[in-house]
């Protein structure tokens, strides 16, 4: 996701159209099913500042929250963020602000470079969810014995109650 395109946003007002077709940067703390795709949008605004905006797919490799099996998860979202035409290893790029109250801008510049690693890294992480489902009516696992219930039936016996409940069924009686 790098682009020898730091010439082309040195003045003011300039735009920089970009297609992104690349694997998901590391450090998403997720794994992704082919490359992220989309198109992101660079307009210097002045004062060393760049608006980012645009759209972004990819497809997030998720356990269920029930069932802990593995599946797809497609992501697609519009975004806008501000960013900035600093270096991304030096630590005082995320911490330069102008405003208190505003969040850091993400840092794009690798070298000479334009790197859009650490946007598309920061927007990845924002947008998968912290939870998925497999499918809306998954069953999940058997709390007695972890079989899988949308493969199998368990032999357990569901009428066995948590002893910590047991009081409480004797207000049923």
Known sequence: MRH?????????????????????????????????????????????EVAAWGHLNAVALMPCGRCLVEHEVPLEFDFSESCALTQIDEPLS???????????????????????SELVRQLLVLHVPPRSLCRPDCR???????????????????????????????LLD
């Open 140 to 170: 999940g696992l058997c709390p007695h014995c972890g079989a899988n219930l949308n493969e199998t039936r368990c032999e357990c016996d569901e009428d066995e109650i948590d002893p910590r409940m047991a009081p409480l069924r004797d």
């Open 94 to 116: 995320y911490t330069q602000v102008a405003d208190e109250d505003e969040p850091a801008r993400i840092p794009l510049l690798d070298g000479d470079v334009v790197d859009l």
């Open 4 to 48: 020898d395109i730091a010439s082309k946003l040195s003045k003011r007002d300039q735009d920089v159209a970009l297609d992104i077709d690349a694997p998901a940067p590391i450090g998403t703390d997720a794994e992704f099913v082919g490359n992220v795709t989309g198109r992101i949008t660079l307009r210097n605004i002045g004062g060393g």
